[in-house]
């Protein structure tokens, strides 16, 4: 099967949705289909508002049509509901060509953290973009309920998973801190809600490993905590497993896929009891959860780390782009979704 994957976010972006993205293709070939991405890559762009490290591509619906018709994909799936995602989904609905979608990021209220926008708005326009599509993959329970109660109709899962062999305790990197070492990893942006880490009390010492417009701001702010900025491949492995507790402050993330990552490191995770964290953690002895976010990190410290890796060894991308597959199968590809120009294609949408 060929599937065309139109996605907003991409390299050289450090985010779960790129990483999610690329994993997925890696596993997908190993079952026997050809994912290609209709990514940002020659388009011209701008600086995201709020946001000058990222870049948002300016598509044009010809170079749009253009990219999908040489792809001639069976099967169309949009990751992103930006200006690609809206493009990507435009044509599909011209020509009567069934697609589907994945709701990995909460736009609406990254949009209400960052501008002041009512929620509502928000999610009358994910509601809109999704209800063409059809199946919406999510990744937990709890986000499909959340999203059903929302009006979101035709949910399916599509889980995640985590590349235990990059993602491993073996080398743990050598820091020079007090233990124990609590840490994050991510985006430093105010929807990632690190500031709830960093104005704990809490023993030892706090490390963030990652970059983002709040960085500056909150180095200021937090002089005690060690920033060490981005960190990729082997080079972020070791930090996650030389770190004691792992700390997901995010209250807006629809899994973290990077959870799972630093579980694959022998590392426990803090969390909120919030969806994502919720979904992964559940009531396993690899982490805890609490409103209380200092309580749960000083739980964290007596986990054990063999059970945080065997847990991981469980979760393979394998399973994960088998699932996915499976909610494309559905759609008949084959008859429904190839684009030949000048032809009628016979699928059809709702919404």
């Known amino acids: 099967m060929k599937i065309l994957i139109a996605t907003d976010a991409w390299h050289p972006q450090v985010n779960g949705v790129v990483r999610t993205l690329t994993s997925l293709s890696r596993s997908a070939a190993a079952l026997g289909a050809d994912i290609s ?5 020659g388009f011209p762009s701008l600086p995201l508002p709020t946001y000058p490290g990222l870049r948002i591509a300016l598509p044009t619906p010809g170079e749009i049509a253009r990219r999908i018709e040489a ?3 069976d099967a169309i799936h949009i990751a992103t509901e930006g200006p690609i995602g809206w493009m990507v989904r435009a044509y599909c609905r011209r020509r009567k060509l069934a697609f589907t979608t ?4 909460r736009f609406p209220e990254y949009v209400a953290v960052r501008t002041g926008l009512p929620l509502s708005i928000g999610y009358a326009v994910m509601r809109h973009f999704h209800a063409a599509s059809s199946t919406v993959m999510v990744a937990t329970d709890s986000l499909r309920q959340e999203l059903a109660a929302r009006g979101f109709r035709r949910l399916g899962f599509w889980t995640r998973g985590v590349d235990t062999e990059l993602f491993n305790p073996h080398n743990p990197a050598v820091l020079d ?6 840490m ?17 009390d809490l023993p030892g010492s706090k490390v963030v490993v990652g970059d983002g417009p709040q960085r500056a701001q909150l180095e200021a702010q937090y002089p005690d905590v060690v920033f060490l900025g981005e960190k990729k491949g082997a080079d972020l492995t070791t930090h996650l497993a030389a770190a004691d507790v792992f700390v997901f ?4 993330d629809t899994f973290g896929v990077v959870q799972l990552e630093a579980l694959a490191c022998g590392t426990p995770v803090a969390a909120f009891p919030v969806t994502g964290p919720k ?6 002895p690899i982490g805890a959860l609490d409103t209380d976010l200092g309580a749960a990190c000083l739980r964290a410290l007596h986990m054990s780390r063999e059970a945080c890796r065997n847990f991981a060894l469980a979760r393979s991308w394998e399973n994960s782009a088998r699932q996915f597959i499976g909610n494309l199968t559905a759609l008949q590809p084959s008859r429904t979704l190839r684009p030949v120009l000048g032809a009628t294609a016979t699928g059809t949408v709702q919404g």
């Not at 994945?102 to 990021?105: A, E, R």
């Not at 801190?177 to 609590?182: E, G, N």
């Open 37 to 41: 991405f209709l990514n940002p890559e």
């Open 71 to 73: 792809a001639a994909p």
């Open 102 to 105: 994945s709701y990995t990021t």
């Open 177 to 182: 801190l007090p233990r124990p070492i609590f």
């Open 184 to 200: 994050t990893m991510g985006r430093v942006a105010v929807e990632k809600n690190i500031e709830a880490f960093l104005s704990l």
């Open 249 to 252: 402050p995010s209250l807006t």
């Open 279 to 284: 979904d992964v953690i559940a009531d396993h």
